[in-house]
């Protein structure tokens, strides 16, 4: 069993920054790709951004030039700072975690609205 600490959403204006990080711990070997997806109802959930293990990363065009994703390996946590947040970035944010077997787990999400 693999858990999750997730922090850092909340209510921001537009323009504004937060930074998201998640903790994985339990029942993980090998984590490999670390990430972040958002949801909005009735949407599909989407990568907002990834990192391996080695550090190479990828981003949603979205997000691309706004977001930084990074990790700290030995913590097997990830972070994502979001800056210049725009209304459309409001969704929930869920932190994944793959391990070398492919095997992808599920933070539970946390809330970020971005609203005047």
């Known amino acids: 069993q693999v858990q999750f600490v997730e922090s850092g959403g909340g209510l921001v204006q537009p323009g504004g920054s937060l930074r998201l990080s998640c903790a994985a711990s339990g029942s993980i070997f090998s984590v490999y790709v670390m990430g972040w997806y958002r949801q909005a109802p009735g949407q599909q959930r989407e990568l907002v951004a990834s990192i391996t293990r080695d550090g190479d990363t990828n981003y949603a065009d979205s997000v691309k030039g706004r977001f930084t994703i990074s990790r700290d390996n030995a913590k097997n946590t990830v972070y994502l700072q979001a800056n210049s947040l725009k209304p459309e970035d409001t969704d929930v944010y869920y932190c994944?975690?793959?391990?070398?077997?492919?095997?992808?787990?599920w933070g539970q999400g946390t809330q970020v609205t971005v609203s005047s």
């Open positions: 994944s975690v793959v391990d070398s077997w492919g095997r992808q787990y």
